[in-house]
T-cell receptor
Framework: NAGVTQTPKFQVLKTGQSMTLQCAQDMNHNSMYWYRQDPGMGLRLIYYSASEGTTDKGEVPNGYNVSRLNKREFSLRLESAAPSQTSVYFC???????????FGQGTRLTVV | DQQVKQNSPSLSVQEGRISILNCDYTNSMFDYFLWYKKYPAEGPTFLISISSIKDKNEDGRFTVFLNKSAKHLSLHIVPSQPGDSAVYFCAAIDYKLSFGAGTTVTVRA
C-alpha cells in the first residue's frame, strides 16, 4: 500500500531551469495539496485541488503552476526556478471532511 | 496571513514529564483540527484530531483539547518519551488544510 508517492526525492536545478514534481495517491482521495516547508515557516500551502478538474491557489502560489491530471495525480511545475524556491516540497491527499491527510516523503529541491 | 499559529518554536521536556503544545487559530470556519508529527527527512504523519463539536479527544498518551471560544487548542503528551522528539504541527480544515509553523519538541533523558 503505497499511499502518497512523490518523485523525485532530491533535485538540484540551476536558476531559470524548469521542472515538474510528480505526486500520485492510491487512496481514491478527492483533495490533493502541495506544501513547501522552510525553516521557521512551517508548512505553507502552494496550491490545492479539492476535486478532479479543479485547482486553487494557496498562501504562496507565485512561481508555481499545478495540474490535476486525474483523480490520482497532482503535479507541481516550476517554470523558471529561483533560489527562493529552494525548499522541501510535500504533497498530501485528503479523503473527505473530518478525516486525516496523508503525506508523501517529500522532495528536497535546491536551486543554485 | 497565517490563520493557524504556533507561537512556541521549541519545547524541551524531561522524559516522563508532560509535554504541552499550544496552537491558536483565527478562522472561525475551521471545523476540524489535527496534530501531525514530523521526523527529519520524512513526511508528516497524523497523530490525533478533534472535531469542533468536541472539547477533548484522547488516544493513548496523547490528548487534544479544544477551546472554541478562545480559538485555542493544545496537545498533551503524557508521559513524554525520547521517541517523541520531533516537530509537531497543528493543522485545521475549513475547505482546505492549513498548518501552523510547528514546534520542535526535545525530550531529555
Amino acid at each position: 500500500n503505497a499511499g502518497v508517492t512523490q518523485t523525485p526525492k532530491f533535485q538540484v536545478l540551476k536558476t531559470g531551469q524548469s521542472m515538474t514534481l510528480q505526486c500520485a495517491q492510491d487512496m481514491n482521495h478527492n483533495s490533493m495539496y502541495w506544501y513547501r516547508q522552510d525553516p521557521g515557516m512551517g508548512l505553507r500551502l502552494i496550491y490545492y485541488s479539492a476535486s478532479e478538474g479543479t485547482t486553487d491557489k494557496g498562501e504562496v502560489p507565485n512561481g508555481y503552476n499545478v495540474s490535476r491530471l486525474n483523480k490520482r495525480e497532482f503535479s507541481l511545475r516550476l517554470e523558471s526556478a529561483a533560489p527562493s524556491q529552494t525548499s522541501v516540497y510535500f504533497c498530501a491527499s485528503l479523503g473527505g471532511v473530518n478525516t486525516e491527510a496523508f503525506f508523501g516523503q517529500g522532495t528536497r529541491l535546491t536551486v543554485v | 496571513d497565517q490563520q493557524v499559529k504556533q507561537n512556541s518554536p521549541s519545547l524541551s521536556v524531561q522524559e516522563g514529564r508532560i509535554s504541552i503544545l499550544n496552537c491558536d487559530y483565527t478562522n472561525s470556519m475551521f471545523d476540524y483540527f489535527l496534530w501531525y508529527k514530523k521526523y527529519p527527512a520524512e513526511g508528516p504523519t497524523f497523530l490525533i484530531s478533534i472535531s469542533s463539536i468536541k472539547d477533548k479527544n484522547e488516544d493513548g498518551r496523547f490528548t487534544v483539547f479544544l477551546n472554541k471560544s478562545a480559538k485555542h487548542l493544545s496537545l498533551h503528551i503524557v508521559p513524554s518519551q525520547p521517541g517523541d522528539s520531533a516537530v509537531y504541527f497543528c493543522a485545521a480544515i475549513d475547505y482546505k488544510l492549513s498548518f501552523g509553523a510547528g514546534t520542535t519538541v526535545t525530550v531529555r533523558a
